[in-house]
């Protein structure tokens, strides 16, 4: 009991004996437990910056992986986390309601696009498009079209980690290999390969059409990253392929689920990224940015037609229950975010980090070991020629007073939306200098 309270002590500084637990004991993201990646000890965070517990601050260019748009330790919050904790922090949803899922589930109808009516609340990202798959094999079935268990998306996409949404991830960048006796065999069309703002070619469709047109009859609904695919590649891509596929999906009578889990609430410039081809899901996955990085929370937001199917099938109702479905404290907090987004100037925030990012980030072409750059919004991405070495980079961005967190070929960011000119080229340049350093 002596060594568990020296570990567990809280303070302003890590013990090596603290660090050495976390080195051996603890699996963090993407690293191995037999020789992991350095972590850097945050005490706290304010604004753009985290705090080590040497002192030094890091300027924030991954938003936590694309959750803290307001920054951190934003009052607003804090007191919209305080005030809902003096009332209750949670309560089960099965049989009781409350103000916050009412007030968040009618801001989510009125914001999001027209036909999505239905909220449906979780506890993660991952866990959204989990149900959105569900809610597709339940309107398919309850269609009596019970053929239709397949998911049909592109190359190069993720919906992140659990199993049904890995399944209808990248089938390489995804790792299938490794659970391919486990994981349920999907349908994948050709990578989409026009970027954004290019207009495509009919040849450029002809592969998701054969799609459809061959597989209809066993596809229960079109599963898709609107605009950017993230993980699979941080590509932008245009916006003809998404309005090619709406019109696909009505035409064999297929869901569209579009997985804004990344991309809502403003990252790519609209607040959500199915507006920049003007189409609307049937279903529609949203979380990280929901509640302004504070709580882990998800919605799955569905049309009426859809909800309604569903609710006619032999079940007659939507089978599924998550225990922290419609947590009172995230609720209540995701509403403030979502306020807070709307009482600012977002959008001219965002285009003011992309037109910096475009300007700044560009410079990295001249070396040679960048193989692209990419903006769209207020997420920037230099994609080299050769995988990042991510414990040298990430030394080197410490040292320079930046956080970044590169994967695999890429050196990405998607800063806070309240990032200064200044920070944003901080973090700029250091991302060129690193260019530089490995060219």
Known sequence: MQQLSELTQIGSSFSEQQLAFDRDHIWHPYTSLTNPLPTYPVVSASGVRLKLDDGKELIDGMSSWWTAIHGYNVPELNKAAHQQLKQMAHVM??????????????????????????????????????????????????????????????????????????????????????????????????????????????????????????????????????????????????????????????????????????????????????????????????????????????ATLCSSHVAETICQGEAGVFMHGPTFMGNPLACSIANKSIELLFQSSWQEQVRDIAGQLQEELNEALQYASVHDVRVLGAIGVIETKEPVNVAEAQKFFVERGVWIRPFRNLIYIMPPYITSSKDLSQISTTMIAYCHRIS
């Open 93 to 298: 949803f099965g049989g009781i309601t409350h103000p916050p899922a009412i007030q968040l589930a009618e801001k989510l109808v009125e914001i999001t696009p027209e036909p999505l009516t239905k909220a449906f609340f979780s506890d993660s990202g991952s866990v959204s498009v989990e149900f959105a798959m569900k809610m597709a094999i339940k309107f398919q079935h309850a269609k009596v079209k019970i053929n239709r268990t397949k998911f049909l998306t592109v190359k190069n996409c993720y919906h992140v980690f659990t199993t049904a949404a890995m399944s209808v991830c990248d089938p390489q960048n995804g790792m299938h290999h490794l659970f391919s006796e486990f994981l349920p065999k999907h349908f994948f069309a050709n990578a989409l390969t026009k970027k954004y703002g290019e207009a495509c070619e009919q040849s450029d469709l002809d592969d998701l059409s054969r799609w459809f047109k061959e597989y209809s009859e066993e596809i229960a609904a079109f599963i898709i990253e609107p605009i950017v695919q993230g993980a699979g590649g941080m590509w932008f891509y245009s916006k003809d392929y998404l309005k090619h596929i709406r019109h696909l999906c009505d035409q064999y009578d297929i869901l569209l689920i579009a997985d804004e889990i990344a991309t809502g609430f403003g990252r790519s410039g609209k607040l959500f990224a199915c507006e920049h081809a003007e189409i609307a899901p049937d279903v529609l996955c949203l979380g990280k940015a929901l509640t302004g990085g504070y709580l882990s929370f998800a």
